[in-house]
């Protein structure tokens, strides 16, 4: 099976042989790739338990646990890389858990879908109504985003506190798309980010 | 190695000891009883020890002796099951203290008459201890993995803390660090029923046969309320009256839920030492693992190499999920690669026990990821 696009964009860019935390691991696809690919020592937080016992049948280390409370119990600095997923939008306070991730990774991994794509704007603008699309696929009421975001909103949000973008990758379906018309044409971004 | 009569079903093994107790007593010569399922492999890196809870026994797979009742885990281990035989080698031993084959209460002391109460107090980390001795004369140096539901999960966390050298994974379900005030205050009734009962006598009622059954029964309908969820028991019982049309107006067994308690009880005091349940339910009031590293649950694991993997129950309030999250806090903090999964079962703390094809999901995968 292979990765979600953005997912193999991150799993290209980690070093072999580092230490991962993957933040909202879902099933736990990007780190057993991880894993078997790189040698990399993984873990996880995932906050469905469902997809943490499917991880845990593929032998991963993996956490019932939400990104917003228990990224606190992990020491300064104890993995190469911290790892958000599509899992930004779904944090109460998306401000706090990023700090969270760069404090306890050196380096941090954050992929989120990005609310300002033309398709969303055409349908708040020409439907009137909430965009159920191919990186937004749930209705209002039932997404558990709860805080959307674009990519220029997040550049803004690094810039204010100082974070370094490292690395942008910018999604349309699977293509990569450039970082000029990015807020407007990529349906996905991943940042690569360090303090 | 099928022919060396240390592997099998039904072992007893005497180990000249001795073993150096918690407590400051030494217990010497140490029996210990056992079964063994599967094949050691050459290279001794297969075996899973799998730790009993407060009342069970070696009999993990084979039928009880005394019940011929299956073993209390056959339908997690054996051929091709989440345990599995075909691969693992598994031992599971009674705990020191308890009056399955191992030394406890109901054991002569070297004057001949049994220790009854002179049993020296012992702890978790003296049942595990006495494990390890076994494990010395079974000539394994590591375990694949310890796995242990319940009093089983406090010594899976006490081989991890006390030998880390000797245990690659250690599977800790339904499970604490440390005993409550709820749980000590639980056990301090169950204590209590069978030290009132007439027939204890100061725990010297071996001679004649007549034990303190009813303070036993007592102590076993407490402590089973506790194993069940409320949801489990109104589901199974609800108020309806045990073979009757209506309430008698007295004190007979009217409701079912009184009735299948009384059977609990009846039936456990048959098989069990109130002894051993008195010895039994102090180590795990003892139990305290943070204590055990100056107050610091974390330094209990620090520096382990052992895998872990936490399991909880979300209609467990004996042992609720928020023990397992304080160990899997701790594990974090000392950087211990650590899973951890509360599952959804209606069946309370017994729920290990019971048919969870979750929990299934979860012991194999853990237990045997390249499989």
Redesign the interface.
């Known amino acids: 099976m292979s990765l979600r696009a953005d997912l193999s964009i991150i799993a290209d860019h980690v070093r072999s042989g580092s230490r991962v935390l993957d933040v909202g691991c879902s099933d736990g696809a990007l780190m057993a790739e991880l894993r078997d690919r790189k040698g990399v ?1 993984a ?1 996880g937080i995932e906050i469905d ?2 997809d ?3 991880a ?10 939400d990104a917003d409370t228990d990224l606190a ?3 300064d600095a ?1 993995f190469d890389y911290a790892i958000l997923s599509q899992t930004l939008q779904t944090t109460r306070r998306p401000d706090r858990v990023l700090d969270q991730l760069l404090r306890v990774g050196s380096k941090a991994f954050v992929s989120f879908p990005n609310f300002a794509h033309w398709r969303v704007r055409a349908s708040l603008l020409w439907g009137g109504r909430m965009p159920v699309t191919r990186s937004l696929p749930i209705a209002w009421y039932e997404t558990p985003n709860i805080h959307h975001l674009t990519i220029d909103d997040f550049r803004a949000h690094v810039r204010e506190r100082d974070i370094k973008v490292e690395g942008s990758w910018f999604l349309s379906g699977e293509k990569l798309t450039g970082e000029a018309v990015a807020n407007f044409r990529a349906e996905h971004a991943v940042f690569l980010l360090s303090r | 190695m099928s022919e060396d009569q240390r592997f099998g079903p039904d072992r007893r093994v005497t180990l000249p000891g001795p073993l150096a107790l918690d407590g400051g007593a030494t217990l010497s010569p140490v029996e210990i009883g056992y079964e063994t399922y599967g094949t050691l492999n050459a290279a001794k890196s297969n075996a899973i020890f799998i730790t009993h809870a407060l009342t069970g026994d070696q009999h993990i797979a084979s039928p009880h002796p005394m019940t011929g009742k299956p073993g209390w885990w056959a339908r997690m281990v054996g051929p091709g099951k989440p345990i599995d035989t075909d691969r693992f080698f598994v031992i599971c031993s009674n705990v020191i203290g308890s009056c399955m084959g191992s030394s406890g209460p109901g054991s002569l002391a070297p004057d001949g008459a049994p220790f009854a109460m002179r049993f020296p107090v012992i702890t978790i980390r003296d049942m595990v201890r006495a494990q390890a001795l076994l494990l010395d004369h079974l000539g394994i140096d590591t375990l694949h993995a310890v796995v242990g539901g319940s009093m089983g999960g406090m010594q899976a966390l006490s081989w991890a803390a006390t030998f880390p050298d000797r245990v690659q994974a250690a599977l800790v379900i339904a499970s604490t660090a440390r005993h409550s005030a709820q749980n000590i205050a639980f056990h301090e009734v169950g204590r209590q029923a069978i030290m009132a009962d007439p027939n204890w006598r100061g725990g010297q009622y071996y001679a004649d046969g007549v034990s303190p059954a009813a303070g036993l029964a007592v102590a076993r309908m407490a402590a089973h309320i506790t194993y069940l969820s409320e949801s489990g028991l109104t589901e199974k019982f609800g108020r309806r009256l045990q073979a009757r049309e209506a309430k008698t107006f007295g004190f007979d067994a009217d409701f079912q839920v009184e009735s299948y308690l009384r059977h609990q009880g009846l039936s456990f005091s048959d098989r069990f030492d109130a002894n051993s349940y008195l010895y039994i339910t102090r180590a795990m009031d003892y139990f305290d693992l943070a204590e055990e590293h100056g107050g610091m649950l974390a330094n209990a694991f620090r520096g382990s190499k052992t ?1 872990f ?1 936490l399991v909880s129950f979300d209609t467990d309030w004996l042992y609720p999920t928020s023990e397992s999250r304080n160990v ?2 701790a594990l ?2 000392s ?1 211990a ?8 079962a209606p069946f309370g703390h017994d729920s290990f026990l019971l048919d969870v094809p ?1 929990l299934d ?2 012991v ?3 237990l ?3 499989c």
Not at chain 1, 56 to 65: E, H, M, N, P
Not at chain 2, 338 to 343: N, P
């Open positions: 020592d873990r338990g469902s943490v016992t499917a845990l049948a593929r032998g991963l280390s993996v956490i019932q646990g119990d992990y020491p104890s | 895998r993997c899997v806090h974090n903090a950087g690669p650590a899973s951890f999964v509360e599952l959804s979750a999901r979860v194999s995968g853990f045997c990821p390249e």
